[in-house]
C-alpha cells in the first residue's frame, strides 16, 4: 500500500509536537525555563506564580511523554501501514495535549501562591 505525500507531513510533524511539549514542560518545571510568553504552556493558571508554573508543566510531563510515544507509534503505522492510521493519530495527539493541559492547570491550582 502506498502512502499520498500529502500525508507525509502530518505524519511527521504531530510526534514532534508533542516531543517538543514534553522537552519544554521538562524545561520548565526544572525551572531552566521561567514564567514567559513565548515558551511553555500559557495558561492563567501557571501564571498565577513560579511555583504554578513549574507545578503545572511536572504535572503536564507523563501525559506530554504518553502523547509522544502514541502519535510516534501512530505515525510508524501511518508509515508501515497505510494512512488509515491517522485517525488514530490525530485523536492521540489532540488527548495528550488536552489531557497534558487539563494536569497543568489542576497542578498550577494546587500549587502554593
Not at 38 to 45: I, S, T
Not at 75 to 84: E, I, Q, W, Y
Amino acid at each position: 500500500m502506498t502512502m499520498h505525500q500529502g500525508y507525509l507531513p502530518m505524519t511527521f510533524i504531530l510526534p514532534l509536537l508533542m516531543l517538543a511539549s514534553a522537552l519544554t514542560c521538562r524545561a520548565c518545571a526544572a525551572g531552566r525555563i521561567t514564567r514567559n510568553h513565548w515558551a511553555g504552556y500559557r495558561l492563567p493558571a501557571l501564571f498565577a506564580s513560579d511555583e504554578a508554573w513549574r507545578a503545572g508543566h511536572a504535572a503536564a510531563l507523563a501525559p506530554s511523554w504518553t502523547g509522544f510515544a502514541c502519535t510516534a507509534a501512530a505515525a510508524a503505522c501511518t508509515l508501515l501501514l497505510g494512512p488509515v492510521f491517522l485517525l488514530v493519530e490525530l485523536p492521540a495527539f489532540a488527548l495528550a495535549l488536552a489531557w497534558a493541559m487539563i494536569r497543568a492547570v489542576r497542578a498550577a491550582k494546587h500549587a502554593p501562591a
